[in-house]
């Protein structure tokens, strides 16, 4: 949920970030990549914390 409006530098959600389809900017710390870029690295850095804890001894 909210890969979209999050971002990937700071964590800061808001949906102000996302002023256009492709455009996101950060409203807290002011990181600016491709939306669709900067979803996918949320989305990868969710998937390498879950893997990790159900990889937990």
């Known amino acids: ?3 979209s ?3 990937s530098a700071c ?3 808001d ?3 996302r002023p256009d389809q492709e455009t996101f ?3 807290s710390c002011g990181f600016a990549e491709h939306a ?3 979803a996918a690295r949320n989305i990868a ?3 390498v914390t879950s893997w990790a804890v159900s990889h937990a001894a």
């Open 1 to 3: 949920a909210y890969t």
């Open 5 to 7: 409006r999050g971002c």
């Open 11 to 13: 964590g800061h959600v």
């Open 15 to 17: 949906k102000k970030n």
């Open 25 to 27: 900017l950060c409203t």
């Open 36 to 38: 669709d870029v900067n």
């Open 45 to 47: 850095a969710r998937g």
